[in-house]
């Protein structure tokens, strides 16, 4: 039995990721929420969900117990939820965490998509580099997902780039990333301590198709 802590369990691809875990009778699902308004109310039967913060390090010390995975899908001040995270899988024994992240926070996006992703978030990013900057530095096993622009198409199709690769493409759908979430858990060698960006192919342009 697999034990996957969900951080940020009410978010668009964590959605995906909780329902395609649901059909894994060899996994155990527990979801940290903030907002229960949030959940689809539709969750699967192998999913507990537990009400609270991440930076409530009481209530994360209860949960990361005995955990196998945590997937952390979060926003805002990611950079002090990634420290409470990692000390508390430090404090809890827990080596494996996947984290979904984003592109441009090496000024890795090439051409005039590259100077577009910047214009339009380059100022809320520094908190995600700062991120992805803690993990690194940690003894975790780790995989950190820096996902292109995100799109709602039913569709799984994705490809990666290394840390030190142009970006490619412009989008990838939730679903995909989910997806690859997914894969990682039921695969956890995979990827391990690795930093990659995740887009789907055939996308390159001057911005995503969607815009």
Known sequence: MTKVLILGASGQVARWAVQMLGERRDVEQT?????????????PANAKIVIGDVMDKR?????????????????????????RIL?????????RLIFVN??????????????WNRDEIGQYLPPYRRSADLIE?????????RAA???????????ITAR?????????????VAALVVELIENPDRLVRANV??????????????V
Do not use: C
């Not at 907002?35 to 689809?40: G, V």
């Not at 209530?59 to 420290?83: H, K």
């Not at 995740?198 to 969607?210: H, L, Q, R």
């Open 197 to 210: 960006g995740v887009n789907k192919p055939g996308t390159d342009g001057d911005k995503p198709a969607f």
């Open 59 to 83: 209530t994360l010390s209860q949960i990361m117990e005995g955990q196998d995975v945590v997937y952390a899908n979060l926003a805002g001040e990611v950079d002090a939820q990634t420290e």
């Open 137 to 145: 530095a940690s003894d975790v096993e780790y995989t950190i997902l």
């Open 31 to 43: 979801l940290l929420v903030r907002d229960p308004k949030k959940l689809t109310s539709s969750e």
């Open 149 to 159: 622009w995100l799109q709602d198409e039913n569709e799984v199709s994705y490809e």
């Open 164 to 176: 030190d690769e142009p970006f490619k493409g412009t989008e990838v759908s939730r679903k995909s």
């Open 102 to 115: 984003s592109l441009g926070i090496y000024d890795e996006v090439p051409g005039k998509f590259g100077d």
């Open 87 to 95: 000390e508390v899988m430090r404090a809890k024994g827990v080596k």
